[in-house]
């Protein structure tokens, strides 16, 4: 959410022994349903709470996590060639605490990210690397692919959510 005065990014995590669960529940929510679910468009529409019900639904099977940042920090990293860097920053830093505490359980880490103007494959390797200086291990823990959270029915489920925590912060 980068709208207000608190900008909030926000990341769903899945134990993949859960997550083709998860998100059969909310495709098949979203199965007839032709537009992206997102907090600005929420409504008292069926589909919106079926939506999450589906979610909420399997809570133990998923947590979520935030950072949120004053938007005057984030504005002027925006007009310079710092933004790319300050998204993989702030990306880290929530795929890193969640990785420490789950490395054990899970020695893999499949990170979907929104499809914006970053590169996945130079993501992939800053994790990687940032990981591997940190905890050791495996050089190849993250596997990074972006997506169009249109088509990603987990990216608007943390979409959903992040709106949510923005309007809060944000006064709402």
Do not use: M
């Not at 949120?68 to 002027?76: D, E, G, L």
């Not at 789950?102 to 499949?110: D, M, W």
């Amino acid at each position: 959410s980068k709208t207000g005065t608190h900008y909030v990014y926000g990341s769903l995590h899945v134990n993949q022994g859960h997550f083709h669960a998860l998100d059969s529940d909310l495709q098949k929510v979203l199965a007839n349903y032709p537009h992206e679910i997102k907090w600005s468009a929420t409504r008292h529409l069926p589909i919106h709470v079926a939506f999450l019900k589906a979610l909420f639904n399997r809570w133990p099977s998923w947590s979520y996590r935030c950072i949120v940042v004053p938007n005057t920090q984030i504005r002027q990293a925006v007009k310079g060639p710092e933004r790319a860097l300050l998204k993989a920053k702030l990306v880290y830093l929530l795929l890193n605490r969640y990785a420490r505490s789950s490395l054990q359980e899970e020695p893999e880490f499949y990170v979907t990210l929104d499809q914006d103007e970053f590169d996945p494959e130079v993501q992939q390797i800053t994790l990687n690397n940032a990981f591997l200086r940190d905890y050791g291990g495996d050089h190849s823990a993250f596997k990074v692919r972006a997506a169009d959270s249109k088509d990603h029915a987990l990216l608007q489920a943390v979409d959903l959510i992040t709106g949510a925590v923005a309007w809060v912060w944000n006064g709402g």
